[in-house]
């Protein structure tokens, strides 16, 4: 018998703001996440350095915890960024 685990996936809106506090809030809660977490980028239009900083980590804690992170809204521009810094691999993107 296979038993298998919940499946959980949670919706978080990232401030434009505050994108690397959001991050980083997530980052605290991630470990007792299970099953995916999907961050709404829509309202986002650019990312800094601490924005990216914040998104590698989580992308590590989210591998260590096996959580996967799915990122929806992105814009052309922040894709290019997230590519460029070879960041994109470590999420999947949904429409």
Request: hydrophobic letters at 50%; aromatic letters at 4%.
């Amino acid at each position: 018998m296979v038993e298998h685990m919940p499946m959980t996936a949670v919706l978080l809106k990232v401030d434009p703001e505050r994108v690397a506090d959001c991050l980083q809030e997530l980052h605290a809660k991630l470990g007792s996440a299970k099953g995916e977490t999907v961050l709404d980028f829509s309202s986002v239009q650019r990312v800094d350095a601490k924005a990216i900083r914040a998104m590698e980590e989580l992308a590590g804690l989210a591998d260590a915890k096996g959580v996967k992170i799915g990122l929806c809204g992105v814009n052309v521009e922040i894709y290019k960024v997230l590519k460029l810094v070879r960041l994109a691999p470590r999420f999947s993107f949904v429409a």
